[in-house]
């Protein structure tokens, strides 16, 4: 499975973008999907993730109530939807997937087995 993320771009603080991920030689079925960030000069940082079976979800504490994540099974994709930003959510934005990942480990990046290759998001006036 080949992970394909997209959306990034420049934005000016209090903007919004909506992050795609989307898989190619595969599907997200029987996949927890999980977003990551790396910022400038900073380690690699757990966004927000959904599990399979069902869609239970967790999201980092300090990005509740601006970042969600969705599935669209249908197109194949999952979705990163990302409002009111600011310039420390500046970073390169990465999609990954695994198989068997309990809601404990959503966080944990040696969980996925699959990443893509990250599309850059800049926040800035």
């Known amino acids: 499975v080949q992970l394909q993320a997209s959306g990034g771009g420049s934005v000016q603080p209090g903007g919004s973008l909506r992050l795609s991920c989307v898989a190619s030689?595969?599907?997200?079925?029987?996949?927890?999907v999980g977003w990551f960030r790396q910022g400038p000069g900073k380690e690699r940082e757990f966004v927000v993730g959904i599990r399979w079976p069902g869609s239970q979800s967790s999201l980092a504490d300090s990005l509740k109530g601006r970042f969600a994540i969705s599935r669209d099974m249908a197109k194949n994709t999952v979705y990163l939807q990302m409002n009111s930003l600011k310039p420390d959510d500046t970073a390169v934005y990465y999609c990954?997937?695994?198989?068997?990942?309990?809601?404990?480990?959503?966080?944990?990046?040696?969980?996925?087995?699959?990443w893509g290759q990250g599309t850059q998001v800049t926040v800035s006036s």
């Open positions: 990954a997937i695994g198989s068997r990942i309990i809601y404990s480990r959503l966080a944990v990046p040696s969980a996925y087995d699959y």
């Open positions: 030689g595969g599907t997200f079925s029987g996949y927890s």
